[in-house]
């Protein structure tokens, strides 16, 4: 009954591709039934013995952490996981959740899976969401050696005899360790994104360029769109880091000086980026390694841009990406917009805070309906009218696509954009345009030149960018 309940919510709240599909759910004369599709192939157990290199080991065990994650995040821990629950294939799939186990609730009885359960489930105690932290490490210290843990665990000091992977004894130490003293399922994610990138072949950085135009509307005599980007490329302990913010802001037409709203938001953030690499000789440095975080940076751009109103009716939206070697994450308020094109695929990052968007969502017109709208120069939230906002006001990455951050991968576009160019250029050009494009620099200016031959009626920019391979010598 209790695998009954577990595996109907986590399936029912969590849609991924790398859990099973639950189709049905029912109770009949006191039996209760799941239809789920079935995940069959070769298993992780199968696949450890034959020993894999240290760039696929590291691959496999993150796409583990990913589900693990997207389970954690509905309230969940997975107690009690093999390699045998773990189906290889593009994508893999965990196909087990049999002893899955509510974070913060009591598990009642001792739980061992020789080789990969935490030394803390062999008795009874409270699900904290770190036993199967350590099944992780355990799953990647035997991808990494080709055989289990040993009954007792691993000593420390064993760690560098048995790993010959720089960095992954100093990770394994950190997650095979008593559970006060274990890293949580975030900080296991961040720290295999960087192992995996510093050893790496090649490493992703980005190649960025922008465009913009006033338009041709002959009532609108100034830009109020303004872009930025930056890029940054850190050499240190931790190895070479690359990392990118690029940044559309469109001053809100019709208002008092709404270039005067896009200029402060974009240089907020601009140079609240810088400070997160070079603080002020009084501020706090951790020594830890710097990351951007685009929600934040536009929070603090907030009260910048109700201040530079004076009193006057201005606001702007904005739309902040990051991308530290290769994971993007994003800051979003407004009808700006983020997109990414993938292997001939275009996929809408962000989601519009427009009245037209809204009505779409509720019903009251068609998709087709909101292609020139009367309204779509409506939005529902912008900076400038409050200083401080509300907690949920900026959206991340996960409003939209459904996670926190997304791993970039070679040759992928990103496109940031002002609406002069979507209300212009619809999807499916904008897909043809990417698709064409000689380079990154090409595809902004053909946008831009789409937009102005569709009339441009709106100020239109437009940031591209183009992940590329980096040596790493």
Avoid at 76 to 98: C, E, F, M, N, Y
Avoid at 209 to 225: F, I
Avoid at 327 to 346: E, I, K, N
Avoid at 396 to 420: I, M
């Amino acid at each position: 009954m209790a695998y009954w309940i577990a595996v109907k919510i986590i399936l029912t709240a969590i849609q991924y591709a790398m859990l099973p599909h639950c189709y049905l759910t029912w109770e009949a004369e006191g039996d209760r039934y799941l239809v789920i599709d079935p995940v069959q192939g070769e298993t992780l157990e199968q696949a450890l013995p034959e020993g894999q290199p240290f760039a696929e080991s590291l691959s496999l065990v993150l796409q583990v952490v990913q589900v693990v994650r997207r389970i954690h995040q509905a309230g969940w821990a997975l107690l009690g996981l093999s390699p045998a629950d773990i189906t290889l294939g593009k994508p893999l799939r965990v196909g087990q959740l049999r002893h899955a186990g509510r974070i913060g609730e009591p598990h009642t009885q001792g739980l061992h899976v020789v080789g990969y359960s935490a030394p803390e489930l062999a008795s009874a105690g409270t699900v904290t969401g770190k036993e199967d932290v350590y099944t992780l490490g355990a799953l990647l210290y035997h991808a990494l050696t080709g055989h289990r843990l040993s009954e007792g665990g691993e000593d420390t000091l064993d760690l560098s005899s048995a790993i010959r992977l720089p960095g992954g004894p100093q990770l394994l130490a950190d997650v095979l360790t008593p559970a006060d003293e274990r890293m949580d399922i975030d900080t296991l994610y961040r720290r295999l994104l960087t192992l995996k990138s510093q050893h790496a072949n090649a490493a992703l950085s980005l190649e960025v360029t922008s465009a913009t135009s006033v338009g041709l509307n002959p009532t609108r005599l100034v830009n109020e769109d303004t872009c930025a980007y930056a890029q940054w490329s850190l050499s240190g302990a931790d190895g070479t880091r690359d990392i990118a913010l690029l940044c559309v802001a469109d001053g809100m037409g019709g208002m008092a000086a709404g270039e005067v709203a896009s200029q402060t938001a974009v240089n907020v953030v601009m140079r609240g980026a810088a400070s997160v690499f070079w603080p002020a000789p009084s501020g706090a440095d951790t020594g830890a390694a710097p990351r951007l975080d685009p929600v934040g940076l536009i929070r603090e751009a907030a009260p910048a841009v109700h201040a530079a109103g004076q009193g006057r009716d201005l606001g702007t939206t904005i739309t902040a990406v990051a991308v530290h070697d290769g994971l993007l994450t994003l800051g979003h308020v407004g009808d700006t917009r983020a997109y990414l094109f993938r292997a001939g695929v275009l996929t809408r990052l962000t989601a519009d805070h427009s009245l037209v968007a809204a009505m779409v969502a509720s019903g009251v017109i068609t998709p087709e309906e909101a292609d020139g709208h009367p309204d779509s120069n409506k939005v529902l939230r912008s900076l400038g009218s409050q200083r401080v906002l509300p907690d949920t006001y900026v959206d991340d990455l996960q409003a939209a696509y459904g996670q926190t951050s997304l791993l970039l991968a070679e040759n992928d576009w990103l496109l940031l954009c002002s609406d002069g160019v979507w209300g212009s250029v619809d999807d499916r050009e904008i897909l043809a345009v990417l698709t064409d494009a000689a380079d990154h620099h090409a595809a902004a200016r053909t946008l831009i030149d789409r937009a102005l031959a569709a009339g441009a009626p709106d100020n239109a920019t437009a940031i591209v960018a183009r992940s590329v391979l980096r040596s790493t010598l």
